[in-house]
């Protein structure tokens, strides 16, 4: 079945990186725009990047300039490099396809504070 995990995530003061990494199995990976979701707490999941078959990228506007998606297909994996982190980026962060088709993983925290 289609499966994501996700790692990378932790503690870190505004103004720091975190880079987020998610495995992909059970799909044919190289075929599929992929994108990073993240849901704060009491909040709906929205976008934050997506990336497509082509390596094309787009970002919401509240992290563009900031954070950095890409792509392996060899390994699988889709990553999220966040630069320059701020307190509302708090939040826990997914991987999914661009239409999020498949189920969701357990996603990785990622919180912001001093």
């Known amino acids: 079945q289609v499966q994501f995990v996700e790692s990378g995530g932790g503690l870190v003061q505004p103004g720091g990186s975190l880079r987020l990494s998610c495995a992909a199995s059970?799909?044919?990976?190289?075929?599929?725009?992929m994108r990073w979701y993240r849901q704060a707490p009491g909040k709906q999941r929205e976008w934050v990047a997506q990336i497509t078959v082509s390596g094309s990228t787009n970002y919401a506007d509240s992290v563009k300039g900031r954070f950095t998606i890409s792509r392996d297909n060899a390994k699988n994996t889709v990553n999220l490099q966040m630069n320059s982190l701020k307190p509302e980026d708090t939040a826990v962060y997914y991987c999914?396809?661009?239409?999020?088709?498949?189920?969701w993983g357990q996603g990785t925290q990622v919180t912001v504070s001093s």
């Open positions: 059970g799909i044919i990976f190289s075929t599929y725009a």
């Open positions: 999914n396809t661009l239409a999020a088709r498949y189920p």
